[in-house]
């Protein structure tokens, strides 16, 4: 799924994805390919938003606020 992304023309990364553990892998791998994308993720527990932004997200929205 991330080779889709077209990381080599990307500025912004925005994640929408329910699993805030799997995203957060997301975000890690996303980072890899292109360590100067902004990666903005949701998240709907407190732990998601720590274990995503430990991976080097930008901003992560917790979808209930």
């Known amino acids: 799924m991330v080779d ?3 990381f080599d023309c990307a500025r912004w990364l925005l994640l929408t994805i329910m ?3 799997e995203a957060g892998e ?3 791998s ?3 390919r292109r360590p100067n994308i902004e990666i903005i993720d ?3 527990y407190d732990d ?3 274990y ?3 991976r080097v997200a930008n ?3 917790i979808g209930e606020l």
Request: charge should be negative.
């Open 4 to 6: 889709l992304a077209r």
């Open 19 to 21: 699993n805030g553990y």
């Open 26 to 28: 997301i975000v890690a």
């Open 30 to 32: 996303s980072c890899h």
């Open 42 to 44: 949701s998240a709907h």
């Open 48 to 50: 998601e938003v720590a």
């Open 52 to 54: 995503i932004f430990d």
């Open 59 to 61: 901003q992560v929205v």
